[in-house]
C-alpha cells in the first residue's frame, strides 16, 4: 500500500498526480491545495472518491507542518513518495529578458521575491514538514518538480532570453536538492530534481495567465523553434498532462540511492523535450 502526498496538487500536472495514482485502489493518494474545495469539487465530477484533500500553502510552513500531521493519521505515520510540484509565476513578467528590467526594477524584485518564498524557501518548507514520515518509509522518495529551464547548458545553447524568475530560482533549487542527497544519503532517503517536459496544462490555468497576446505568442514561437533547433528530432508538440505524468512516474520508479540529488527529464536523463 504505497502511500504517497503530492504538493500544489489542484490543477495542472498536480491534478493528473492525483487522477492517475489514485486509479491504483492500493495507494493512499493524499493532494495538498492552498483550496482543496475546489479540488474536492473535481474530484466528485471525475468521480474520484479515494483521494485525501488537506490544505497547504508552500508559503506557509504552520499550514505544511499541520498538513504533514494529519497526513501522517492517513498513512499510519508514514510516507513512501512526496511530490513538490507546486509552482507560483507572475505572467506580468514571464516573458521579460534581463534588460527589459531597466525601468521595472520594482517589478523584479518583486517577482523574484515572490518566486523565493514559494519556489524555492516554500519547498524546503515542504520537505521539512513531511521528513519525518518520509523517514518511517521503506521506499523513501522525494522528488521536486523542476524545469529544463534550469539546466545552464540548455541557456547557454539556447537563444531564449525570457523566464528569467522562474529559470533561476528552479536553478537554485536543482542546489537545494543536491544538497538534501548529500545530508541524507545516509539514511537511505533518495532525492530527484524532475522536469516534466513541456506539457500543455494551459486547460486548468487562471484565464489571463493562457491569453496570449500578439507579444506573448511570438515569446512562445521563438521558444518552439529554438527548442526544435536544439533538438531536431522533437515533434515539437507539448506532451499532455497524462503522458509526462506517466513518464515522470517511470523516472521515479527506476530512481535509486546510487542517484539520489539528481536533475533529471522525463526520459530519465538530460533530455529536456
Ligand atoms: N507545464 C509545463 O510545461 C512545465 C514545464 C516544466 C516544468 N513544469 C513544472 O511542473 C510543475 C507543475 O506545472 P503546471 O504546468 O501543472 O503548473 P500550473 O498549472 O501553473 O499549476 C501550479 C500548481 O501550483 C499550485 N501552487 C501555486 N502556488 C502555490 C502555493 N503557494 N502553495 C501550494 N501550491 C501552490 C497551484 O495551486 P492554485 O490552484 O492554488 O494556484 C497549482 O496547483 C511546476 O513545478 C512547474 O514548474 C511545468
Redesign the pocket.
Known amino acids: 500500500m504505497p502511500s504517497y502526498v503530492v504538493?500544489?496538487?489542484?490543477?495542472?500536472?498536480?491534478?493528473?498526480w492525483l487522477r492517475q495514482l489514485s486509479s491504483d485502489p492500493t495507494n493512499t493518494v493524499i493532494g495538498?491545495?492552498?483550496?482543496p474545495k475546489?479540488?474536492q469539487e473535481r474530484l466528485a465530477t471525475d468521480k474520484i472518491s479515494n483521494v485525501h484533500l488537506i490544505q497547504?500553502?508552500?508559503?506557509?510552513n504552520a499550514s505544511l507542518i499541520a498538513a504533514a500531521e494529519e497526513a501522517g493519521k492517513l498513512t499510519g505515520g508514514s510516507l513512501d513518495y512526496l511530490i513538490?510540484?507546486?509552482?507560483?509565476?507572475n505572467y506580468e513578467e514571464h516573458f521579460l529578458s534581463p534588460t527589459d528590467y531597466i525601468g521595472k526594477e520594482d517589478l523584479l524584485t518583486t517577482s523574484m521575491l515572490d518566486s523565493v518564498?514559494?519556489?524555492l524557501i516554500?519547498v524546503i518548507f515542504t520537505i521539512n514538514a513531511f521528513l519525518p514520515l518520509v523517514r518511517k518509509s521503506s521506499i523513501k522518495k522525494i522528488t521536486?518538480?523542476?524545469?529544463?529551464?534550469a539546466d545552464r547548458d540548455l541557456a547557454e545553447k539556447s537563444t531564449i532570453s525570457f523566464a528569467v524568475t522562474?529559470s533561476s530560482i528552479?536553478a537554485a533549487l536543482n542546489v537545494v536538492v543536491a544538497k538534501y542527497a548529500a545530508e541524507l544519503k545516509g539514511e537511505g532517503i533518495i532525492f530527484l530534481a524532475l522536469?516534466?517536459?513541456?506539457?500543455?496544462?494551459?486547460a486548468?490555468?487562471?484565464k489571463q495567465?493562457t491569453e496570449m497576446s500578439p507579444y506573448v505568442k511570438e515569446k512562445v514561437g521563438i521558444m518552439m523553434t529554438d527548442f526544435k533547433r536544439i533538438y531536431p528530432d522533437w515533434v515539437a508538440v507539448?506532451?499532455t498532462?497524462t503522458r509526462?505524468v506517466e513518464m515522470q512516474k517511470g523516472v521515479i520508479d527506476e530512481m535509486t540511492i546510487e542517484k539520489t540529488g539528481a536533475f533529471l527529464s522525463h526520459h530519465g536523463n538530460k533530455n529536456w523535450l
Open positions: 504538493v500544489g496538487a489542484s490543477r495542472g500536472l498536480g491534478y493528473e495538498l491545495a492552498r483550496t475546489n479540488v497547504g500553502d508552500m508559503s506557509d513538490v510540484n507546486g509552482v507560483s509565476v518564498k514559494v519556489n516554500g521536486v518538480i523542476s524545469t529544463g529551464f522562474y528552479k522536469s516534466p517536459g513541456v506539457v500543455d496544462t494551459s486548468d490555468k487562471p495567465s507539448p506532451l498532462p509526462s
